[in-house]
Nanobody
């Protein structure tokens, strides 16, 4: 189907910035929506930011004004620019994509997750 690979996580000081990337690969697919989720230890996975194929975005209230999601449709890649990071942003960040893939003449919907990348913000 469609595989997602994230990159860009790591350790950063509070107030710093970090950029995550997520690239999709596979054969014969079209991505509609892409999103970033995060999951902190002991907490449920939560939506951070979402972007449609037309570029419409929405964000969790906790990251509005600090995070920016963008995508390069030609590269099937989504980015998350994170600024003014806070210790409470520490989590594993996961990329998600949904769309259609073709196997021969048959089209099927897909929803894929990346393996996750850890972001740790030190105070």
């Amino acid at each position: 189907q469609v595989q997602l690979v994230e990159s860009g996580g790591g350790l950063v000081q509070a107030g710093g910035s970090q950029r995550l990337s997520c690239g999709a690969s596979g054969s014969k697919f079209n991505i509609n929506a892409m999103a970033w989720y995060r999951q902190a230890p002991g907490k449920q996975r939560e939506l951070v930011a979402h972007i449609t194929s037309a570029g419409s975005t929405n964000y969790a209230d906790s990251v509005k004004g600090r995070f920016t999601i963008s995508r390069d449709n030609a590269k099937n890649t989504v980015y998350l620019q994170m600024n003014s990071l806070k210790p409470e942003d520490t989590a594993a960040y996961y990329c998600n994509a949904a769309g259609t893939y073709w196997s021969g003449n048959y089209a099927s919907a897909f929803g894929s997750w990346g393996q996750g990348t850890q972001v740790t913000v030190s105070s």
